[in-house]
Every structure is written in structure tokens, then in C-alpha cells.
């Protein structure tokens, strides 16, 4: 999953640094994300993985990084353990 | 005198309400600074109400904040947007510098001294977009270094100290941004841009080229981002909506006192501007709920950062900021029908051109267009709550 969400990062993420030289816990903010690319991640996540992202978890916190993508992903799929 | 009872907040802004209206024509023609009703903000100690009590402060609410924007927009707008811009500034202090020993001790300074704090988040080549700084922050050991070319800075020649926006550090990414604190002492101003404007004109935003030097530890040590995503934004969408609230309340009560005095004149005839007015009272109306309904918001969420950085939290204020901006300059034209060529002359006590010029700013500070943009992009995840009173 996490491998999958660096995909789509790194296809709609529109950051001035690669996605691998970006460790999971590090701000996506402070590394260049507008908030028109979170939307456009958040669009290509409910895609991929067929999910709806709930409106509680839209805020800075659930997509600051991509350790808390995948724990948001992983709260609507309920697979946690797939994910390592 | 009470200073910490909403009635005589009220009361003290009225009185400097008095001495700016008394400027207003003045401060207009001239586009110059309403340097009288920003020194009777401080005679009443009006900048530091939103600093805490312990710091010297009122630690006005919001809303009692917004209460004192409509009543100075209702005399002169370019003082009552001096006085909301102070009080965003203030905002990210109160939010973000509480537990900072240097801010906390300059908001101390701020009550004691009643200083007038002003922004510089514009710059030449970001086009209008504040999340973006080209511009980056250098620090050498304690002590820190900035140039901005800050195409805007509303009453710069005026203000005590700015609080600028940067990047981080040279190599920073144009997003990752942080906000600095510079005292009056501590910068130079070189005037790029003269600020010559169809309304507005006294808050005299020119541009200028910014060189500071200062203490490392007055950068706030939060991201820029969550500055502007926790207080800035909000308190701007809310703080300008009760100015131009003032605006429009004021042009209102032009063209009522206009159907009245025809009324009165011609007994047992309605005026031909009352059907008019009555569309004008249910727009300001529409108004004010707008506001209101923000400023509840607002309170309901400043808590919970999770709340106030959700896209919900943005597309509320987005709309509160599109709403309130469009509703004025209908309102005020509304008024302007109503008034006829008494409304559309200068020097008259139906004069409206001004309220007019003023109003035309709201679409722009912040282009509508760039907040409507991005209201549609949320749109495409977000889901608008359909419930009455959810």
C-alpha cells in the first residue's frame, strides 16, 4: 500500500524533490505539497484503492506525510497488517 | 470605565469611530494614513484587546473584535482595515507565540505601548499566492537576516513592527515558509510601489523593498502554514467581511434616512426608493447572518487545530469571504438608486462614492476568483454538509 501511495505521489504530487528521497515521516508541506496536489492525491487514493475519504479525515494532519496517508488509507480499508 | 465588558468596548470604539469619521473625507482625498483614528485606537487602547489579560491585554473574542471593525467601518474603512489588519497580526501572535518567551514579552510591549503591527506576506513573482515566498530567511548564529521585495505593505511607513513571511532557509522548498517578528528599529524601508487607488486610500499599502536584521528568536517557531491555516486565514475572511459589513451597514442607513425624510415631506405617499431600501435591508441582512454564522464558527473551532485545518473550516470561510464581498457592493448600489444624484455627489449626507470606491477592494484583497478556484478544488473531495444546523 505504502509503495502504492508513493506512486501516486509522485505522479499527481507535483513536488520539487523525487518521492524516494522523501522518508515517510517527513512534512509533505514544508517539502513543496500546494493544497491543489493534496486534493489531487487524495482524488487518485479514493481511485485507487475505491474509498471515500470521509469529511472528518480531510485536514492537514490525515495527509501531512505519507506514514499518515497510509495510516488514513489503512483506517478506511482496516487491512493494517497488508500495509507493512 | 470597564475595559473588559463588551458594552464599553462598543463604547470606546465609537468614540474613535467619531474621530475617524470626522477624518474620512480627508484621509480619502488625500490617500493618506488616518493617522487620528489609529492615535485614538491607542488613546482607547484599542490594539491590544485581543492580547491576553496577563500580557497587559483584554483577550477579546473574535467576535468582540469583528463588533469593533463594523463600528469604525461605518465611519472610515481605511481606518477600520488598518485596525482589522492590527488585529490579524495580533491574531498569529495570540495563537502561535503564547509559549515563546520573545513574542510573549512583545505582545507584553504591544499592550504597554500600543504598538501597530503590519504585514508583508506579498512579493514581487509569487503573483498573489502568500503560501509561496521566494524570498528566504538567513541565520548566522542568533541572529537572522531578511530582504523582501514585498510588493504590498498596508500603512508600512506607519507600523512599529511587520511580521514578514520568507522560506525557512536558502534551500527550502517556496512552500515551507516561516513568520518573522521586526521591530520598527530593526528594518529599512525603500518605496517601490505608491499605493494611488480607486478606494481604500488611507490604508496607503505601498510597496517596498524590505532589509531587516534581528534576533533569531523573533522568527515564530510554528510553519508558516499552520499560521495561515490555524488563524490567519480565518481571522481575515472574518475581521474584512465586519469592515465591509460597517460599509454597507452605513450606506444603508444613508439611503434610510434619505426614504425618510422624503417620507416625511409627503405623508400618505410611499417614497419611490422604500420597495428598494426593503430589498437593501434584506441583503444586509443576509449579510450580517453570513458573518455572524462565520464568527460562531470560528469560536465553535479555534480549539481544535484538526477543525480549523479541515477542508469544512476552509470552504465556510471561503464562502463567508465570497458571500460578504459580492453582498456589499449590491447593497451599496441598492443605496446608491436610492439616494440618486444626492448618493452619487460628493459632500452630501447621502454621499455613497466613497463607500463605493472602498467597497470595489473586497473582491480583490484576495482576488475572488483565486478563492473560488480553490473552493472548487476542495469541493472535488469535500462534501458539502447539507443538514440546517450542523
Redesign the interface.
Known sequence: MKQKIRELLAKHGGL??AVDQIVDDQ?L????????AS?QI??AI?EAFDLE?P??L????SFQSIAAITRTVESLTGNAEAAE | MNMSTGASLAERAARVAAVAEAHAGDVDVKGRFPQEAVDAMRAERLLSIQIAKELGGEGANIAEIAEVCSILGQSCAAAAMVFAMHQIKASSLVSHGADVAWHSAFMRRIADEQLLLASATTEGGIGGNL?NSICAIEVEGDRCRLEKDATVISYGANADAILITSR?HAE?????QVMTVFTRDQYTLERTHVWDTLGMRGTCSDGYLFKGRAPAEQILPK?F??IA?QSMLATSHLLWSAVWYGIAANAMARAQAFVRAAARKAPGQTPPGALRLAEASNLLQILKSNVVAGLNEFEAAKAD???L????FAVAMNNLKIGSSETILTIINHAMLICGIMGYKNGTPYSLGRHLRDAHSAQLMISNDRILG?TS??L????Q?TSLLG
Do not use: C, I, Q
Open positions: 520539487p524533490v512534512d508541506y514544508a517539502a513543496g505539497l500546494s493544497s491543489f486534493v487524495m482524488l479514493e475519504f469529511d472528518n480531510l485536514n492537514r494532519k | 503560501r525557512s527550502a522548498a517556496s512552500t515551507d510553519p502554514a499552520e491555516a487545530a484538526d477543525r485545518s479541515s477542508m469544512g480553490n478544488n476542495l472535488l473531495v469535500h462534501k454538509d
